[in-house]
RNA sequence: GGAGAGAUGACUGAGAGGCCGAAAGUGGCAGAUUGCUAAUCUGUUGUGCGGGUUACACUGCACCGAGGGUUCGAAUCCCUCUCUCUCCGCCA
């Protein structure tokens, strides 16, 4: 959410944002929608203000009459001010959804296009192994090596859905136990969060549970929604707070399951794991000074970095483009891992950073000395490891020929012996 | 799941229909002072949204967990919800 005066005040530049972002929305209805509402605001202040009076002269001697007066005229205002109390409501909210809708700033640097054929490759590390034999995609090879089970997954559960089995059950579990080790020792909290969060925290990071488009499972009867990403949740854990300056910049580290109802993305790109509607992801997170954001992004990056080096796995570092980003980042880094299988790069990790705009929703926000009021936290997200996609990378960049599959050592695992 | 207690400003904690945006203390800020690393004294110190000003000043409304209700008037009374604590039950 941008503050609503600096909408005003930027006009320009949150227009020419709105273009580059690919938002169709109209900045004039908003703006109405804003003089509208502080209208109806004004009008209901005055009521107020006339009520407030009637009872401060209450206070004072009446006669009978004068006062029977007073109580006649405030209940009459009593009816006055409801209407206008519901029409502030509704316009406040009509100004509401507007303005959420509208995303965040953009980075300066960050590639302007419409979609992902325009970010920008900023580096690669490692080189996409040259195999001898054909590569098989992580599903055959999984499948091969009793490591995974779709059938299953689809029959308790539904498509997208499995059942991960032997080694690779081992697997996830080093893997996060790898990434949670790493977070530790780059100075995060690393905490199991809950699954499920409440609708306003949702919303207060940027997500929709509600709507046809929703990536989001909600649970009925209730304001619980399964999280997509611990995103969520460590976001959520300090609304509402004021924080100590000294205390920043504050990391945390969050282990939990991501649950994601791939609306409309049947078919693409959704072979085997690659998109599936539960996995188990190691999310960073970070609150931070204003003024610190841009540096504390690159060193999110350097992490996620950091650790796909030590997995051994080839990836490349993206910078991605306005039209891609999603509304509450500032700006967005992608690491692509090489995947044999679709022989093509594919997302493994996501840093985003999403300045003040999450902060303003939940309401965080940070005091320093000599300095009057308080600020907007800056809030930065960032995957450490996705459980999911990140088996898919480990698999299939170590398949030998034989039908075995190499591990990195860091992980401490033997590795997957072939089974034909 | 059952029974009870509670939620007040950055924090501790009073307030029990109008004199309360809210005592007092702590902390923060500004100043005074003192021969010694801090004490003492004085002043000041909430947030949001409006109006107003070149900018201040000034000013209106709202906010005492959230949402409703009663009342001319609610932090205070009633209802619902959320959360915290204590006890009992149950369970992993």
Same mark, same amino acid.
């Given at each position: 959410?941008?503050?609503?005066?600096?909408? !005003?005040? $930027?006009?320009? @530049?949150?227009?020419?944002? *709105?273009?580059?972002?690919?938002?169709? +929305?109209?900045? &004039? %209805?908003?703006?109405?929608?804003?003089?509208?509402?502080?209208?109806?605001?004004?009008?209901?202040?005055?009521?107020?203000?006339?009520?407030?009076?009637?009872?401060?002269?209450?206070?004072?001697?009446?006669?009978?009459?004068? !006062?029977? $007066?007073?109580? @006649?005229?405030?209940?009459? *205002?009593?009816?006055?001010?409801?209407? +206008?109390?519901? &029409? %502030?409501?509704?316009?406040?909210?009509?100004?509401?959804?507007?303005?959420?809708?509208?995303?965040?700033?953009?980075?300066?640097?960050?590639?302007?296009?419409?979609?992902?054929?325009?970010?920008?490759?900023?580096?690669?590390?490692?080189?996409?192994?040259?195999?001898?034999?054909?590569?098989?995609?992580?599903?055959?090879?999984?499948?091969?090596? &009793?490591?995974?089970?779709?059938?299953?997954?689809?029959?308790?559960?539904?498509?997208?859905?499995?059942?991960?089995?032997?080694?690779?059950?081992?697997?996830?579990?080093?893997?996060?136990?790898?990434?949670?080790?790493?977070?530790?020792?780059?100075?995060?909290?690393?905490?199991?969060?809950?699954?499920?969060?409440?609708?306003?925290?949702?919303?207060?990071?940027?997500?929709?549970?509600?709507?046809?488009?929703?990536?989001?499972?909600?649970?009925?009867?209730?304001?619980?929604?399964?999280?997509?990403?611990?995103?969520?949740?460590?976001?959520?854990?300090?609304?509402?707070?004021?924080?100590?300056?000294?205390?920043?910049?504050?990391?945390?580290?969050?282990?939990?399951?991501?649950?994601?109802?791939?609306?409309?993305?049947?078919?693409?790109?959704?072979?085997?794991?690659?998109?599936?509607?539960?996995?188990?992801?190691?999310?960073?997170?970070?609150?931070?000074?204003?003024?610190?954001?841009?540096?504390?992004?690159?060193?999110?990056?350097?992490?996620?970095?950091?650790?796909?080096?030590?997995?051994?796995?080839?990836?490349?570092?993206?910078?991605?483009?306005?039209?891609?980003?999603?509304?509450?980042?500032?700006?967005?880094?992608?690491?692509?891992?090489?995947?044999?299988?679709?022989?093509?790069?594919?997302?493994?990790?996501?840093?985003?950073?999403?300045?003040?705009?999450?902060?303003?929703?939940?309401?965080?926000?940070?005091?320093?000395?000599?300095?009057?009021?308080?600020?907007?936290?800056?809030?930065?997200?960032?995957?450490?490891?996705?459980?999911?996609?990140?088996?898919?990378?480990?698999?299939?960049?170590?398949?030998?020929?034989?039908?075995?599959?190499?591990?990195?050592?860091?992980?401490?695992?033997?590795?997957?012996?072939?089974?034909?």
């Amino acid at each position: 959410m941008l503050d609503l005066r600096e909408i !005003r005040e $930027r006009r320009e @530049e949150v227009e020419a944002n *709105l273009r580059n972002r690919n938002v169709s +929305l109209k900045l &004039d %209805v908003l703006l109405e929608a804003d003089e509208h509402a502080r209208r109806a605001k004004r009008e209901l202040d005055a009521v107020r203000q006339r009520r407030n009076e009637i009872g401060a002269l209450m206070q004072t001697p009446l006669s009978p009459a004068e !006062r029977a $007066r007073c109580i @006649e005229e405030s209940r009459r *205002l009593k009816e006055i001010e409801a209407e +206008l109390d519901a &029409d %502030v409501q509704t316009r406040e909210k009509e100004r509401r959804d507007l303005q959420m809708a509208v995303p965040n700033f953009t980075h300066p640097a960050a590639p302007v296009g419409p979609d992902d054929a325009h970010n920008r490759v900023l580096r690669t590390v490692g080189e996409p192994a040259r195999l001898d034999f054909s590569a098989k995609d992580h599903v055959e090879l999984m499948e091969a090596l &009793d490591l995974v089970d779709f059938d299953s997954g689809a029959k308790v559960a539904g498509q997208k859905f499995y059942f991960l089995k032997n080694e690779a059950v081992l697997l996830e579990l080093a893997l996060v136990q790898f990434a949670t080790r790493i977070l530790r020792e780059e100075g995060f909290t690393v905490c199991i969060t809950p699954d499920l969060a409440r609708r306003e925290i949702l919303d207060g990071i940027g997500f929709n549970p509600r709507g046809a488009s929703t990536q989001i499972y909600s649970v009925a009867d209730s304001e619980l929604s399964l999280i997509a990403t611990a995103e969520i949740t460590l976001g959520g854990m300090l609304a509402g707070e004021v924080l100590e300056a000294e205390a920043l910049p504050l990391l945390f580290g969050g282990i939990s399951h991501c649950f994601r109802t791939e609306a409309g993305s049947a078919g693409r790109e959704s072979r085997g794991l690659y998109r599936v509607h539960q996995f188990t992801k190691v999310e960073m997170f970070a609150f931070t000074r204003p003024e610190d954001s841009g540096a504390m992004h690159e060193r999110i990056v350097a992490i996620e970095e950091r650790i796909y080096r030590e997995l051994g796995v080839p990836f490349r570092v993206v910078d991605v483009c306005t039209g891609d980003l999603g509304a509450p980042a500032y700006r967005k880094y992608d690491l692509e891992a090489w995947m044999p299988g679709r022989e093509r790069w594919g997302e493994i990790t996501s840093a985003s950073n999403c300045t003040d705009y999450q902060a303003r929703r939940l309401d965080i926000r940070f005091r320093e000395q000599g300095r009057k009021g308080t600020r907007h936290v800056h809030m930065l997200n960032g995957t450490a490891i996705a459980v999911s996609r990140a088996l898919i990378a480990l698999i299939e960049n170590g398949q030998r020929a034989d039908g075995s599959i190499r591990l990195p050592a860091c992980l401490g695992l033997a590795d997957i012996p072939a089974r034909w």
